[in-house]
């Protein structure tokens, strides 16, 4: 996946639980055990398409070996979710 400039926004499809569960295995409470976890309200939150709109992160340097990006949703007690590329099938195009 192809950097973003910290704070650029992109739309992305988010993989299925079953998939990621399936490439990356559960931790020991149960969430995806991926880069930056992937847990039950994050699935709970997305929309019915899994298409949500992400932020490069300026929290992180860009020395780390992934990037993170930022989902700030309203759909559940936590706004700010750390989504991670291994997290996402695809980029959607405009």
Known sequence: MDKLE??????VKIKTWE???SEFG???INDIDCKESFNKYMEKSLPEDRIIEIVKDK??????????????TNTSIITEWNISDNMIEEVIED
């Open 6 to 11: 910290k704070g650029n926004k992109m739309k």
């Open 59 to 72: 929290k992180y340097s860009d020395d780390v070996l992934y990037n993170v990006y930022v989902w700030y």
């Open 19 to 21: 998939r990621m569960e």
């Open 26 to 28: 559960l931790d020991t």
